[in-house]
């Protein structure tokens, strides 16, 4: 219940000290006896309550003004009525009894204040109207740094210069919330003018020191200065980054990250990152707080991300996690691509050592004619030994095909078979090639090079074209077949090896070291077996054979079925002479592979120097492939020597040419053809 009273206060002194204290006083006994609350004020808005003297006071309400006053509570109609009744009556300031009761109010009044003024956190200073400090609270002190005993009874102006109370004083106006640096600090002040019956009698300044604030709200300014860089940085750099909360909850996706994954940023903050990401990583630092870095994830569209998690902690916890995407560049790519392909080259060396050995090694050397036999039987014989070996035949008889069979017959066939052409590596870096060199040997040399020699060891170095070797590396082979040692170029260590040489050459050895251009010791070290092919012309049964080995084999590669040749086309290609031996056949035969239109080479097919030289073969007269015209006792000395080959003795030969075996001794000898 709320009851209301208005009333005009007709007490000759208005609401002063003692009066108001006895207002207070009944107030009390009212709200005692009622349990009600009491309020009084000039209006309705602006209620105090009744009990407290300093409101009442505050009322300032004089003689003669409109006095409002309120009851609140189950009684506010009686207490009202009572409280209406007493304040229109006289007040008795007089009686022993209620001026005691007054000086009770007023001094619990004043401790209470006391209590207030020295407790509160804000400082408080009061000066008459003088400008003559008469209160300094302890918040004041400590904020000011001034004690209170010092400053009590001193002018303001001498003690905070800045204080502006006199000002206050002057003008009658208040002064709210005004900043102002007090001895290093920061405080907000509010200024009023103390009034006493309408009279200035002095100034209140009470303050805050809001130092704290101020730094705080400065650092919240760095902050988010901080805040608004990151954020730039992270919407600019080139690594995709997500921030998941600890529940898996997208908070932040950069703009990278979204293109990366062809996403919508806006569509999937705060949604679960497992919606958007297959890979369940960052579930896994979510649970265990450790980084996982190197996570390798492949999209649809073939683009490979590399992902780094790291959890985010506050205080011991886990609150989430930063996901750091990148896009794997083009180069990595290739270098994922090139181990790929080592890896495979591996596979496939291995294959085809496999392949090597079950092809029992010299089957792949075609051919049945006695001389090739005899050279076979003795280099599968050398495959047993590590003998070093000496292969001689013309270019294309199959010296290296020798060697390799060689190599993959003997023990060392799982270790490394090394190939050098003597003759194509130019003669300033052979050297470094077959011995390798430090890092800085010469001009060029950046890295260290492993030489030949030592990417052999353990098995076969296959020195081809060994004639082309000059002089001065002569020596230093002749040293390592010795010493079976040697120094890489502008290296001190001595590298050892164990390694079998094979050599090889169309050369004549022989006449080179007549010429001084092979040195003697070297050629009977590299000598120790030697092993000779024959040339082609030599072997003309095995043309045949040859031609149909390559036809198999060529016609397979080539992709095109041809597998037969014509009886004349097969009969020019066994009288051909072969100068290029073996190597020359199987181009003639891949090239009629692939200029036939049948299953079959004709004539047709082979080149035209083999079909003329044929035909000029046939010719009686055209005896010389180039068809030059010898002399007449040129062509009598290849007849003879024809028909010996052919027939074997004297009798047989005259018989065939039409004269007595005498004339055929006579002209044999005469030409050289048989030994005295
Ligand atoms: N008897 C053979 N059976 C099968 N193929 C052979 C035979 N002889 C040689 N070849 C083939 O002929 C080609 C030439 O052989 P290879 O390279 O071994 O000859 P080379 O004597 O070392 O020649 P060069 O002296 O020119 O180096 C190779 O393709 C090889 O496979």
Same mark, same amino acid.
């Given at each position: 219940m709320v009851r209301k009273e208005i009333l005009i206060f007709e007490h000759e002194k208005g609401l002063h000290a003692r009066v108001a204290a006895l207002i207070v006083r009944e107030s009390i006994q009212l709200q005692n006896k009622y349990k009600d609350k009491l309020f009084i004020g000039r209006n309705e808005n602006d209620l105090l309550p009744a009990t407290s003297l300093i409101s009442v006071i505050s009322s300032n309400i004089k003689y003669g003004d409109k006095m409002v006053i309120v009851s609140k509570g189950d009684n506010a109609?009686?207490?009202?009525? @009572?409280?209406?009744?007493?304040? $229109?009556?006289?007040?008795? #300031? @007089?009686?022993?009894?209620?001026?005691?009761?007054?000086?009770?109010?007023l001094q619990e009044t004043t401790l209470t204040m006391d209590k207030v003024f020295n407790n509160i956190a804000n400082g408080v200073i009061v000066v008459d109207q003088e400008g003559v400090i008469t209160s300094f609270n302890p918040a004041a002190e400590k904020i000011t740094g001034l004690s209170a005993n010092r400053v009590i009874g001193e002018d303001i102006n001498s003690v905070i210069a800045n204080s502006k109370l006199k000002e206050i004083i002057k003008s009658g106006q208040a002064e709210l919330g005004k900043r102002q640096e007090i001895n290093d600090a920061t405080i907000v002040t509010n200024r009023n003018p103390i009034f006493s019956?309408?009279?200035?009698i002095g100034a209140i300044a009470v303050f805050q020191d809001i130092s704290t604030l101020e730094r705080l709200s400065g650092e919240l300014k760095e902050v988010r200065a901080l805040k608004e860089r990151l954020h730039l940085?992270?919407?600019?750099?080139?690594?995709?980054?997500?921030?998941?909360?600890?529940?898996?909850?997208? !908070?932040?996706?950069? &703009?990278?990250?979204?293109? *990366?994954?062809? =996403?919508?940023?806006?569509?999937? %903050?705060?949604?679960?990152?497992?919606?958007?990401?297959?890979?369940?990583?960052?579930?896994?630092?979510?649970?265990?707080?450790?980084?996982?870095?190197? %996570?390798?994830?492949?999209?649809?569209?073939?683009?490979?991300?590399?992902?780094?998690?790291?959890? =985010?902690?506050?205080?011991?916890?886990?609150?989430?996690?930063?996901?750091?995407?990148? $896009?794997?560049?083009? =180069?990595?790519?290739?270098?994922?691509?090139?181990?790929?392909? /080592?890896?495979?080259?591996?596979?496939?060396?291995?294959?085809?050592?496999?392949?090597?050995?079950?092809?029992?090694?010299?089957?792949?050397?075609i051919g049945r004619s006695g001389v090739l036999k005899d050279s076979l039987v003795r280099a599968s014989k050398a495959a047993e030994t590590t003998s070093t070996v000496l292969i001689r035949g013309e270019s294309g008889t199959g010296k290296e095909l020798v060697a390799e069979a060689i190599h993959y017959a003997s023990n060392r066939k799982n270790k490394p078979f090394i190939r050098v052409n003597c003759a194509a590596i130019p003669s300033n870096l052979i050297e470094s090639e077959l011995f390798g060199h430090e890092k800085g040997a010469f001009t060029g040399a950046i890295n260290r090079k492993i030489g030949k020699f030592e990417l052999a060891d353990g098995g076969t170095i296959f020195l081809d074209e060994i004639g082309e070797l000059s002089?001065?590396?002569?020596?230093? #082979?002749? +040293?390592?077949?010795?010493? +079976?040692?040697? !120094?890489? %170029?502008?290296?001190? !260590?001595?590298? /050892?090896?164990?390694?079998?040489? =094979?050599?090889?050459?169309? +050369?004549? #050895?022989?006449? *080179?070291?007549?010429?001084?251009?092979?040195?003697?010791?070297?050629?009977?070290?590299?000598?120790?077996?030697?092993?000779?092919? &024959? &040339?082609l012309r030599e072997r003309k049964d095995d043309i045949p054979l040859l031609v149909n080995h390559f036809l198999d084999k060529l016609? !397979?590669?080539?992709?095109?079925?041809?597998?037969?040749? /014509?009886?004349?086309?097969?009969?020019?290609?066994?009288?051909? /002479?072969? &100068?290029?031996?073996?190597?020359?056949?199987?181009?003639i035969v891949e090239r009629g592979i692939n200029f036939t239109d049948s299953q079959e080479i004709s004539i047709d097919d082979l080149p035209d120097y083999i079909r003329n030289n044929y035909q000029n073969q046939r010719s009686l007269i055209n005896l010389t492939a180039d068809g030059e015209i010898a002399s007449i006792e040129e062509y009598e000395r290849e007849i003879i020597k024809r028909a010996l080959e052919k027939y074997k003795s004297f009798n047989a030969t005259g018989k065939v040419l039409g004269v007595t075996h005498k004339t055929v001794a006579a002209k044999a000898r005469k030409y050289g053809l048989v030994k005295e």
């Open positions: 109609d009686k207490s009202l009525h @009572e409280f209406a009744k007493f304040l $229109k009556g006289k007040f008795d #300031l @007089e009686d022993k009894q209620t001026r005691d009761e007054i000086d009770q109010v019956n309408g009279r200035i940085i992270l919407e600019s750099v080139q690594d995709g980054i997500c921030v998941v909360d600890k529940k898996g909850g997208i !908070e932040y996706l950069n &703009p990278t990250y979204a293109k *990366m994954l062809n =996403i919508d940023i806006e569509t999937v %903050v705060g949604r679960k990152l497992e919606e958007i990401n297959q890979d369940k990583t960052y579930q896994q630092v979510l649970e265990t707080g450790e980084s996982i870095t190197g %996570v390798v994830t492949e999209k649809d569209n073939d683009l490979v991300i590399i992902f780094n998690v790291y959890p =985010i902690q506050v205080d011991g916890e886990i609150e989430g996690a930063v996901l750091v995407a990148k $896009k794997k560049i083009e =180069i990595e790519k290739l270098a994922d691509r090139l181990k790929e392909l /080592s890896a495979k080259a591996e596979y496939l060396e291995q294959e085809l050592k496999r392949e090597k050995e079950l092809d029992s090694s010299f089957e792949r050397i002089v001065e590396l002569q020596v230093k #082979l002749l +040293r390592v077949l010795q010493e +079976r040692e040697f !120094e890489r %170029v502008g290296g001190i !260590e001595r590298i /050892s090896v164990n390694i079998r040489v =094979i050599t090889a050459t169309n +050369r004549n #050895l022989e006449e *080179m070291i007549e010429e001084n251009n092979f040195r003697e010791d070297l050629y009977y070290r590299l000598n120790v077996i030697p092993i000779i092919l &024959p &040339p016609s !397979e590669r080539l992709n095109k079925k041809v597998d037969t040749i /014509s009886q004349d086309a097969l009969e020019i290609l066994t009288n051909y /002479s072969w &100068p290029g031996n073996v190597r020359e056949l199987q181009n």
